[in-house]
Structure formats: C-alpha cells, structure tokens
C-alpha cells in the first residue's frame, strides 16, 4: 500500500494489510483524502457493498490520476444508516442508489435515493444473505 | 392525347353509345393509364432500391421471391394489404385518413403534366413547369395533418421538421426554374425540351451552360423527396419512423407509393429542364437507323422517346440512391443554413450567369 | 401554460444501444433535463455467484458485456488465480492478450457501425460488420464459440493455439489497416459527419474525472490514463504501444480516440503473434477447478476494456462458492454522465451523443 503516515496523523483509522478501516469522521477522510496533494484520489472507481450478516461493510475504491495508487476504504455500516458523499464524488449517486435497492441501506444527505435496478413497488432487499433465491436445486452442492 | 380521345369516341360510337357519355367518361382513361404505370415503376423501383443499396455495401439484394427477387415487392404490397387498419385511439378520424390521399393524388397529377414524348403528353398546359413546381408543394400540407392527427408527439416532431425542411428547399428551385425559362425562352415544358434539340445531341443539353443550377436543383430535389441526407422526418433510428409512425396496412402502402412515385417523377423533371427529356444521346434516332422506310416510322420515334426518358430518368435515380448509401443525415440546424445561406444566394448567381451567357449567345438579344 | 414537453424513449427504441430509458424534457427541440432509468436488463448476476461454484460461474461471466467477454473472463480469472497465489504461463498470457486485443477491435467496429447508422448513413455498418465477421470466425476456430466464449480457464487457457490460426490472424492484421483508412476516408473529413459531431458533447476533463469517466471517452478529454501503461497486468509491461489521446473532448474526438485505438491494438497483435510463433509452453496451470475451494481474503482485479475500466471483486471465504462478486463496468458511469453533457443540445444531437459514448446496456445493468 501507498503511504498513509500523513493520513494516520491527522485521523484515527486502522491501516490493514489492503485497506484502510474508518470509524468515524468518515466524510472527512474522504475529503482529505482527494484533496491532499500527496494522495489525490480524484476517481472514485466503485462503492462495494458486502453483507457480513450483523453489519453492511462499505469499501469505497479510490485512484489516484497522479499517483496512479489505487486505495481501499472501508467503513462498516450497522442498522442500515450510511453517508452520502454525493457531495464529494458526484458518480457516486448510481452506486448509492444500487446499495439502497440491493442492500437497504439509506444514505443521508443523498435527497434523491431511489430503487435503481428493481421495480418501485419490489419488497425486500435483493444482495442481502437473508434473502432467498429458489435456485436450490441449481446450486452447488458438495 | 387527341388520338386517345377520337379512338375512344369511335369505340363507343361502335355500340351506339351517345358521345356525351364518352365525354364525361374520357379522363378515367389516362387515369388508368397513369395508375398501370405508377404501379409498375414502383415496383421495379422499390425492388431496385434495395439491390443498389446492398450492391453498395457489398451484399446482394433480396433474391428468394421470384428470379433475382424481381416479385419481392409484390409480395411486399400483399404483406400490407393484408394488415389490420389501426385506428389510433385520440386521433382526429377525418384527417388521419384523408392526409394519405393527399399525399399521393398530387403526385398522380405531376405524372400527368410530364411530357413523355411530342405526343404522349396527358395534359399540356403552357405554363407547365411552374404548375409542377406549385402541385409539388401540395404533399407538405398532407404531411403536416398526418403527423398533427396522429396524437403522438414524435410524429408531429417529423411532420414539422418535414414541413420546414421542403418550405426551405422551394425556393432554390424557382430561381433555377427561371434560369432555365431564361435559356429557353418557354416555360411549357415540351418546349424546354425542344429548346435543348443540337445537331450534337449532347452539347445543346442545359446542364452544360447551367451545371451550377443542375447540382443547386439536384440538392433540393433530394430534399423535397425527404431522401438521405435530408431524412430527418423519417429519421428512423430517431424518430421510429417520423410522421407515418401511426399508419399501417393500405394507407401506409399509400404514403410508401407516394415516396417512389414521386421518386421517379422528380427525376424526370430534372432529366427534362437538364438532359434534353426525350431527346436522344445519339444524333439521331436509333429508330431512324432500324426502321427508315416504314409508314410506322413517327410511332415508333414516340415509343423511342418514351424510352430515353426513363433510361435518363434511371440512371438519376442510381445516382441519387448512390447518394443514400453514402452521407449521413444532417442536423435540422445546418439543413436550414444550408438552404438559406448557401442555396439561395448561388441560385440567384446562377440566374445572372445564366442571363449573361444568354445575352452574349444571342448577340445582344435575350 | 409552459412549452415543455416531456418524451419518454426507450426502453424499446432502435438507437439506445439497449434497453435504456430516458425521460427527457423538451422545450421545442431543445433538451432541458434528461434522467435516466435503467434495470431492464438486469439478470441478478451478482446474486447469482453467490450459490454457485467458481467454476460454475465462469461461462456467466461472459455474458455481462456481451461484446467484451474475454475482458470479464479475464477479470474473474485474474481475481481466482491471485486468491490461489497461482502463477499463469508465459504462453496463455500472451494468448489471453491476443484474444482480448482481437476483443477490443471486434468491439470497436460493431461500435463504428452503429454509431454511423445512428448518424444515418447505412453502408459503413456492412463494411464493420464484413471485419468483425472474420475477427468472430477466428474466435470460432479457437474456441468453439463466435460470442460466449469460456474460453479462459483459472490458471490458463483451454486450448492452445496452432500456427496455422496464427498465420491466420496476421494475413488478418495485415490486411486490416487498410480497411481502417478506407472507413476514414468516407468518414473523418465528411462535412455532414463533422458537422453532426464537432463541439457537440463537450465533456471536460474535471466533469469526466468527477463522473468516474474512464476509458475512450475520458482520453478523448485530454487525460492520459489507459490502465494498460498506467497500471500494467497481464503482459502488457512487455509490449510496445502508444494509447490514444487527443484534447477534443467532443464527439469527433472520441471517435478519433477509437479508431487509433484500434490501429494499436494492431501493433500489440503483431508482437504477440511473433511471440506466440516463436516460443513454446505450457497453456494453463492445471488447477482442478472443479471442487475448488479458494482461501479466505478478497481481491479486486481491473481490466482496460474497450469501454474503460472494468473492475471485479472477488472475497473468498474459504468454500466452493464466492461470497460475494462485484462488478464496475465503464458503462456505469457513462449513462451518468450523459445527463451532463447532453444538456441544451437538440433532439437529434442527444443520439449522436450518447452513441459517441459506447453504452452498453448489460454492462450497466449486470
């Protein structure tokens, strides 16, 4: 991984062996991140979701057009509530919209979130573990 | 004509019928005359549409109905004939089914004002190219009620992009119109075609003093047919299929007759003004040549005539379907430009040459 | 009483390269607000690896962009064999390179075609398409497939590679430039192309860079960043080639952009082929993929695809079965994009832009 003393000193987060874990403050980094002239992470390359089944992990993937660095951060999000950062990556929107529809999860600050893939009127959460597909008998078994 | 008309009269008269009735009965003649040849041309144009263009992209055409495809239209009119007439659900009734007749009965009449040879002509006015020029106008307005009674927003699109596109394109023709009116001294279309009579054939045609305007007039042309690069009404990876988006089984057929008739009738007006018409590229007649002692000999120069008119009017047509396979279309905004910025003022300078040249051919006379 | 009017295209529509639907708003012909609704097309293939093994879900890895399936394959592949800590051949890289080249060139043609037909000009998407059929047929020899390959297997390829399909693909190669200056030559300096496509669909570099605009789109900006120099994988550290980059930033300038893509890739099939002749391996690692089971961690491999950058996530938990794939497509972010630029252009102007894009509806909606 790239070099992540300057971030360590000015936040709180652990660094691990790919990503970096973020508690709180979590805008912030982001911003500091894509504003710093060291790191500039100006791409936001995609917003993954993973359901580890008593929270939501949310590894945001950034690039940097300079450093040509790619960057891991990760949030673990409980009760369905995340941030926006709409505000900081402006394709960040579509992501958010398909983690909503997927996963359930709302994010604040967002004022358009919406079903992006399903129907309006679809119930449930697709992506989540707890949501059962009738492919059994396709699936694969040992 | 006249022969036509005293045959008929004859042939009644050989069953005891009153003259009046064949009077009033006479004009239904050459309307089928002209109805027999529009049907006929049409097919061999839309079958030879579609092997020109596939000859362009390397492909052949249609070839499985009939020997080298030659049925496929026919098959084609059988497939929209039997289709259900879907009436459109909000649409103006009386409009939407009126504006398809009037898009075709203008062409019907344009037939009928071309010379086909010194003879077969079906109605000879004296000012016959500019009453061309004014009923060819006359399908802009039926295809402005087609699109507006459609009740559907992308066929009102096309129908007033259409309506624009052929006001603009109008008036180029008028001043090329002129130009050659200059040069002929006549605007009776046989008499156009008489003025371009050359020992040389070919050096007394009117492209050669006026090729300006015959590329100016070549341009409009394609526009006012809404022919590619000038398809936006019909737009189809736009618009679906632009103001007959709502027309199916015979009154689409009626739009689709519409379109190559008036194909063809345009590019025999251009052969006209332009190519010397029914004149031949030979310094005489082949049938001269063929058959020089026999009493038939005029009749068959007619039929001769008839024939170098639509070899000349063919080998436009090739050209302007060459045309389709290559450009793209223009955006609505050029197209505009194009007409008023460029077309306009080179047809007016067009008018002035062709005046010059006139006046200095015929020795300070115009 | 405003004048704006709202349409709604698509989702069927012959020129949204897929089913996508836009709900525009107009104002005459003017675009206002434009919002895109996609999920049409979505096949739940995310949901779907998760009760599958991973060799199960290695054919439907293919069919997320239909036109690029050796760069998902690849991705998925890449992402399993950096799990297993397995190293690939020298010889099936090289292959997997070749294929994926071949790929992009395929992808670009069918891209060209439809772009002109968008435009209105019918013949050029015959003569892509008479390319891109021999392209498809060598892919047929070598894999048994013309779309669907399955073709890359964990560890390697499936089937090796003959020297007589190797001279196959040079005479390929080496005929093929000369196709590409014939598309030009109708093309590149046509009026009416420059015309439709000059300064429309302005997308600057910071708006591209803000959207996650990768691949053609972005380098047609200004920005220098192809993920095959920037960041290599696979072989590419090894081979000799200039990315295209030009500052247009229109339409005209991304199309600039993929017709030097293609001609690179080009030059990268001609070294692999030498390559590919002249040494000898192995072709796959022989992992035993059935069964498999892959340790627990997670990895995310990308890929420069023909429309940008193409990222696959992959974490493992240590059973037969992913526990969760994801996938950034660079047509994701396009369609985002496409509100921005295509705003107060015309009605017509907004196809050529979004075809300028390359959009491809399955990569959007996985």
Known sequence: MFDTSILCDKFCVDIMENKIVVRDNFIEVIEFLKNTPEY????????????????IELIYQLYSTQTQQMCQVSYYCENFIAQSIVSVYKSAYFEECEIFD???????????LKRLYMPESWIGHPMLKSYKLNDERLAWNE | MNYLYFWYIQFLQNYNIPKLFGDITFPLLPFCIIAGMIILFVLVLVLMERKVLGLFTQRKGPNRVGIWGILQTVADAIKILCKQNIDVQGSDKFLFNVAPILVFVPVMILWGIIPYSTEFTFMNFSVSALLYISIAVLPVIAIILAGYSSNNKYSLIGAIRSGAQIISYELPIMFVLLSIAVLSSSVNLKDIVFSQLN??????????????????????ILAELNRCPFDLPEAESELVAGY???????????????????????????????????????????????????????????????????????????????????????????LMQFSWFVLLPLSMLNFILIAVIKFCVGGGNL | MSNIMKINIGPQHPSTHGVLRLITELDGEEIISIEPVVGYLHRGLEKLAENRSYLQYLPMVDRIDYLGGFFTSYAYCNCVEHLLNCVVPKRAEYIRVLCMELNRIASHLLWLGTFMLDLGASSPLFYCFRDREIILSLFEELTGQRMMYNYFVFGGVRFDVTNEWLNKVSDFIVKFPQCISDYEKII??????????????????????????????????????????????????????????????????????????????????KQVVRYLKENNGDISANIKAINLKVQEGEYTSYVESSRGLLCCYLRADGSGKPYR??????????????????????????????????????????
């Not at chain 2, 009117?206 to 070549?218: D, V």
Request: net charge neutral; charged share 15%; with cysteine.
């Open chain 1, 40 to 55: 500039s992470f100006d791409v936001l390359s995609s917003i993954v979701a993973v359901d580890l089944v008593d929270k």
């Open chain 1, 102 to 112: 997927m996963f359930g999860v709302k994010f604040e600050n967002n004022n358009n």
């Open chain 2, 199 to 220: 020992s040389y054939s070919v050096l007394g045609w009117h492209f050669i003093p006026c090729f300006l305007g015959f590329l100016i007039m070549f341009i409009c």
């Open chain 2, 244 to 334: 007959n988006t709502e027309y199916s089984g015979m009154r689409f057929a009626l739009f689709f007759l519409a379109e190559y008739a008036n194909l063809f009738v345009m590019s025999a007006f251009l052969v006209i003004l332009f190519f010397g018409g029914f004149l031949p590229v030979t310094f005489k007649y082949i049938s001269e040549y063929i058959f020089s002692d026999s009493q038939f000999l005029q009749v068959f120069i007619y039929f001769e005539q008839v024939f170098w008119l639509i070899l000349k009017s063919f080998l436009l047509i090739f050209v302007i379907m060459l045309v389709r396979a290559t450009l793209p279309r223009l955006s609505v905004k050029s």
């Open chain 3, 188 to 269: 590149t300096k046509n009026p009416i192309f420059t015309d439709r496509t000059v300064n429309k669909g302005i997308l600057s570099k910071n708006v591209a860079l803000q959207y996650s605009v990768t691949g053609p789109n972005l380098r047609a900006s200004g920005m220098d960043l192809d993920f095959r120099k920037s960041n290599p994988y696979s072989v590419y550290d090894k081979l000799d080639f200039v990315p295209a980059v030009n500052h247009l930033c229109d339409s005209y300038g991304r199309y600039l952009v993929r017709i030097a893509e293609m001609k690179s890739s080009v030059d990268i099939v």
């Open chain 3, 325 to 366: 794939v994801k996938w950034r497509t660079g047509s994701y972010y396009a369609v985002q994009v496409l509100p921005q630029i295509a705003k107060n252009v015309n009605y017509n102007d907004l196809i050529a832009i979004f075809g300028s894009l390359d959009v491809i509806m399955p990569e959007v909606d996985k």
